[in-house]
């Protein structure tokens, strides 16, 4: 079982002798409902950008370029996934959005030799004086997830 609420929605790519074109949200989309800010973040090879969570926001996550290792854990306490921890791998190889919703903690960790690039869409605009994120370390033993590479 998949934590609860979390949901996938593969991207399809119009590709040309020109290039390709993909569209990624649409006001009639089901995935989401109200808009309030789109953010756009480039991290570096091996960067891990973990945890935290927010009480009041919902995200949705593209990753653009480069490959991210995304790592989500439950921590609404009335869900019946709660304490659950998915991981999906992301990226331009593999284009898609992900709803990531209010109260579950989400991380990601950047593989590969090159940056990736996060493009995130919020139903709440950003407010520095009240901040809806809460901070989680990434080696905190509540959530007890290994980012290391598993070599097979």
Same mark, same amino acid.
């Given at each position: 079982m998949s934590i609860i609420g979390v949901n996938k929605k593969p991207l399809v790519k119009h590709c040309d002798d020109r290039g390709f074109f993909m569209e990624l949200l649409r006001e009639d989309d089901s995935i989401y409902g109200r808009f309030g800010q789109a953010s756009m973040s480039t991290s570096y090879p091996g960067v891990i950008k973990a945890f935290h969570y927010h009480k009041l926001q919902d995200d949705i996550w593209?990753? @653009?370029?480069?490959? /991210?290792q995304v790592v989500l854990h439950d921590m609404r306490s009335d869900s019946a996934s709660y304490g659950k921890t998915d991981v999906y791998y992301m990226g331009e190889d593999v284009p898609y959005l992900l709803f990531i919703p209010r109260g579950v903690a989400h991380g990601y960790r950047v593989l590969g030799q +090159? @940056?990736? +690039?996060?493009?995130?869409? +919020?139903?709440? /605009?950003?407010d520095p004086k009240q901040p809806d994120e809460y901070r989680i370390a990434y080696d905190d033993p509540a959530i007890g997830f290994d980012w290391s590479t598993k070599f097979r």
């Open positions: 593209f990753f @653009p370029s480069g490959h /991210a +090159t @940056p990736a +690039t996060i493009v995130y869409f +919020t139903n709440m /605009a950003y």
